[in-house]
T-cell receptor, first 113, second 112 residues
Framework: EAGVAQSPRYKIIEKRQSVAFWCNPI?????LYWYQQILGQGPKLLIQ????????DSQLPKDRFSAERLKGVDSTLKIQPAKLEDSAVYLC???????????FGPGTRLTVL | KQEVTQIPAALSVPEGENLVLNCSFT??????LQWFRQDPGKGLTSLLL?????REQTSGRLNASLDKSSGRSTLYIAASQPGDSATYLC???????????FGAGTRLFVKA
């Protein structure tokens, strides 16, 4: 069974530029999560999808971050414009249903200069 | 608002020792508690998931317990090995808001 796929693995951009991350969850998993992990901290949930609907985005900075999950499969997280404090690892996870085991992808390390 | 705390932040033990990692949460309205392992530069690997109706789960040398009334979960690692060296994270999922809240993790180093 293939795991959660993410791309790119690394990205370096200048502040005020835009960037997009892609995630393909495990086949059949209805729930998809995006997390931000700053060095030395635990992951922070940004947005959670159930199929293609948003169930929680309370911690997503909506003035600059956006996410979508078209057709309830893969998902894209976008930052526009990026700030220095957005430097972090962005993790995608999926689970069969809400409250089931979450499986994580390898993450995308973003550096904003 | 749910908060998850992990103590200690770092732990160093000799190989073969049994050890306990602690996780505490402020709101007992928790649906489940999951333990993860994270190796440097890697994503998270799920270790154990405890539903609110359960008190513990076991997998190999790992045993995790959940006590909602006291707001605590523990991860017990038996006969530790150098390959167990990693950061261990716990995460609670709320009953009402679906949100997953992570602790900051415990960095474990097992000396050969």
């Amino acid at each position: 069974e293939a795991g959660v796929a993410q791309s790119p693995r690394y990205k370096i951009i200048e502040k005020r530029q835009s960037v997009a991350f892609w995630c393909n969850p495990i086949s059949g998993h209805a729930t998809l999560y995006w997390y931000q992990q700053i060095l030395g901290q635990g992951p922070k949930l940004l947005i959670q999808f159930q199929n293609n609907g948003v169930v929680d985005d309370s911690q997503l900075p909506k003035d600059r971050f956006s996410a979508e999950r078209l057709k309830g499969v893969d998902s894209t997280l976008k930052i526009q414009p990026a700030k220095l404090e957005d430097s972090a690892v962005y993790l995608c996870a999926s689970s069969l249903r809400w409250a089931d085991t979450q499986y994580f992808g390898p993450g995308t390390r973003l550096t904003v200069l | 608002k749910q908060e998850v705390t992990q103590i200690p932040a770092a732990l160093s033990v000799p190989e073969g020792e049994n050890l306990v990692l602690n996780c505490s949460f402020t709101d007992s309205a928790i649906y489940n508690l999951q333990w993860f392992r994270q190796d440097p530069g890697k994503g998270l690997t799920s270790l154990l998931l405890i539903q609110s109706s359960q008190r513990e789960q076991t997998s190999g040398r790992l045993n995790a317990s959940l006590d909602k009334s006291s707001g605590r979960s523990t991860l017990y690692i038996a006969a530790s090995q150098p390959g167990d060296s990693a950061t261990y994270l716990c995460a609670g999922q709320d009953t009402g808001g679906f949100k997953t809240i992570f602790g900051a993790g415990t960095r474990l180093f097992v000396k050969a």
